[in-house]
């Protein structure tokens, strides 16, 4: 079997490598290992009744029936109010970020503090969806509100995998598809790499059901 090799000379870190490179170096690097991921900004409540917009990179989808969506809360070293609220209230949304939005999409993940609203101090108009008693970002064009369920703490990093169940979805009329499809590129929504480098997305092909022995071809519908 002939390797596979695009590009130039590889460079081989190891375990040990990890452990000597700056800290930002070494996130940065780990980030990036898993490609491309949704830039997505999950909105809260505070018990006081503070909004709050944070910016997560992390969130996957678990399951279409029953719908569930996943995300990793980083470990609780500083104080997280999406975490808080979360708890508290049990209801959270998530908004895709845009291409002319990220600027202030990544402006929420400053240390604001308990009484300030990212939302005001970021840019960002609020949006309620009744019956649903969560703050949606104005303006993005996929959004949707969860149910907290679970959350499972995984001790070997202190991090959460936050669970919810979702339970209302808003998308704008030109992204959704007959067949369920959301077209991201029309959607101008962006991904995220490492800790701060931001992507546009561009669909490049779309298949039908995978057989073994039949080579995929392209459906451009």
Do not use: W
Request: include cysteine; proline fraction near 5%; glycine fraction near 10%.
């Amino acid at each position: 079997m002939v390797e596979y090799q695009r590009f130039g000379k590889m460079n081989i870190f190891t375990a040990a490598d990890l452990d000597q490179m700056p800290r930002f170096t070494r996130a940065n690097l780990i980030n990036c290992l898993t490609g491309i991921k949704p830039a997505i900004l999950i909105g809260t409540t505070s018990v006081d009744g503070v909004s709050n917009l944070g910016l997560f990179s992390s969130v996957f989808h678990l399951g279409a029936d029953p719908a569930l969506i996943g995300f990793v809360q980083r470990p609780l070293t500083t104080y997280s109010h999406t975490y808080k609220n979360i708890l508290a209230s049990g209801v959270y949304t998530m908004n895709h970020v845009t291409s002319d939005r990220i600027a202030e999409a990544h402006h929420t993940s400053a240390k604001f503090g308990d009484n300030e609203s990212e939302f005001a101090a970021c840019g960002f108009g609020e949006k309620f969806i009744a019956p649903f008693n969560a703050p949606f970002v104005g303006g993005s064009p996929v959004q949707f509100g969860l149910r907290f369920v679970r959350e499972i703490f995984i001790p070997e990093n202190d991090t959460r995998l936050i669970i919810g169940s979702v339970e209302i979805i808003s998308v704008d009329e030109r992204v959704l598809s007959e067949d369920g499809n959301l077209e991201l590129d029309r959607a101008e929504s962006v991904g995220v790499a490492g800790l701060e480098s931001y992507y546009a997305l561009r669909r490049l092909a779309k298949f039908g059901y995978a057989k073994p022995g039949v080579r995929p071809v392209d459906d451009p519908k």
